[in-house]
């Protein structure tokens, strides 16, 4: 029988090391995986690089990860924001590195991963200070540069429902890259606020079908939603 | 000689913006223009974190953390409207599958090349976001800005001197002065305000325009 069902947080993210690469859903803090992200600053691991849209908003989630210090490199598309002063101070310390990717490049190279790509041409960013020094080409009249896919060793991603399977549905714009995440890190761990019984989502609706998903857990409706 | 204010503006840009259109609105100023698109006009706006159909403000209490718009405020969703992941997201931009996008500025120069992430100065800490996609990605790419800086230096530029955007990106800007077509042929005027005169919005640019029949 598969169960990728999970009893915990801190289980699901037990494995999770020092150095690893680990991709972080989320659009500022809609579908921000924040219980993951608590459970693996308790582990105490550090010199993570992260990769998220944003560097932290606030002080949960990717924010307290970097407030907690236990990040190395952040790739991402837009890390300063009103509340990313976690983020800034550290950056201004010289504590993180940053790897700056326009929005849909980060997209696409996330994608790229997942679907087994050894790079892609994308017109995002040609001419601009972003494509320095990286291979270009024109193709058809129309000017590309060379991106490579981003890898990661972990996703951690919130969805609204998962099954044992894996299969997953999302809530609304919370499912911004957790669709993509899923398929690029080698394994994808999943917290969701209801596991249901394996055929109770519709097939038809799936969005991330259960072969990209390798643990889910169950938290219950979010806080947030709930008050 | 009264220039245009905000709202002015954006009543402006949304005269330009036709029945079908699929549209994104940058943030900040031309999240404005939603609100001057007349209601019996079918425009699908589009949010770069993933909706197409996307609904003015929730009322208060009504708010989910988990519908936002791409300045991270809760939005709504109206009848027809759609959620999809980022990828596909910004596949609708750069595939050319959005009609238009309006994005404000730092410089646009007289070419269409524009300037509006990063102002390069020292110790200022880059962000683009999904700038750089939109700018080139969409069939028309619109700006709307004030033509002058607060210090009285002419945005719409010879060439620009903060770091670019994209290249050859925009077709249209929108100012409190006037409305300027712009692309390889240099800067035309479609319109001024009244009292304005073509000597007079020269000499507040500093950049060759033309004034087409």
């Known amino acids: 029988m598969i169960d990728k069902s999970v009893a915990s947080v801190r289980a699901a993210v037990a494995d999770i090391g020092d150095g690893a690469s680990v991709m972080i859903g989320g659009f500022g803090t809609a579908g921000m995986p924040d219980e993951l992200i608590e459970a693996l600053i308790d582990r105490g691991v550090g010199d993570l690089t992260i990769i998220n849209n944003n560097a932290g908003n606030g002080e949960t989630g ?100 998962a099954d044992r399977w894996g299969n997953l549905v999302y809530r609304k714009t919370a499912r911004n890259f957790g669709p993509i995440m899923a398929m690029a890190a080698r394994t994808a761990i999943v917290q969701v606020d209801e596991i249901v019984p394996l055929g109770s989502l519709d097939p038809e609706t799936v969005v991330t079908p259960g072969i990209f998903v390798q643990r889910v857990v169950a938290l219950g409706a979010s806080v947030a939603r709930a008050a | 000689m009264k220039r245009l204010d905000r709202d002015a503006m954006a009543a402006r840009v949304a005269r330009d913006i036709p029945e079908g259109a699929y549209v994104n ?155 300027f077509d712009v692309g390889p042929e240099g800067a035309s005027v479609v319109e001024m305000i009244d009292g304005l005169t073509l000597d007079a919005l020269q000499g507040l640019t500093g950049v060759p325009l033309r004034m087409d029949a």
């Open chain 1, 62 to 161: 990717v924010a307290a990860l970097i407030k907690a210090g236990r990040v190395r490199k952040i790739i991402c598309s837009f890390p300063r924001q009103s509340d990313s002063h976690h983020f800034d101070a550290r950056y201004r310390a010289g504590e993180i590195e940053l790897e700056l990717v326009p929005q849909g490049n980060l997209a696409a190279r996330i994608q790229a991963a997942g679907a087994g790509l050894g790079a892609i041409f994308t017109p995002t960013g040609y001419g601009t200070l972003l494509a320095e020094g990286k291979e270009t080409r024109r193709i058809d009249g129309r000017d590309y540069v060379l991106e490579y896919p981003i890898h990661a060793d972990f996703a951690l991603i919130k969805a609204h429902r």
């Open chain 2, 25 to 179: 609105l940058g943030i900040g100023l031309p999240t404005r223009v939603a609100d001057f698109l007349p209601v019996d006009r079918e425009v699908v706006l589009q949010s770069e974190n993933g909706l197409l159909g996307m609904g003015p403000a929730p009322a208060a209490g009504d708010e989910d953390p988990e519908l936002i718009n791409a300045g991270k405020q809760p939005v709504t969703l109206l009848a027809g409207g759609a959620f999809f992941h980022h990828a596909d997201s910004f596949a609708m931009m750069r595939g050319g599958h959005i009609d238009i996008c309006v994005l404000g500025a730092f410089q646009v120069s007289v070419h269409g090349d524009l300037a509006n992430w990063h102002t390069g100065a020292p110790g200022a800490i880059p962000a683009v976001g999904g700038a750089m996609d939109l700018a080139i990605g969409a069939k028309r790419t619109f700006v709307m800005m004030d033509l002058l800086t607060r210090e009285g230096q002419s945005k719409l530029v010879e060439a620009c001197s903060y770091p670019l955007t994209g290249l050859a990106c925009v077709s249209r800007i929108y100012t409190d002065h006037a409305v």
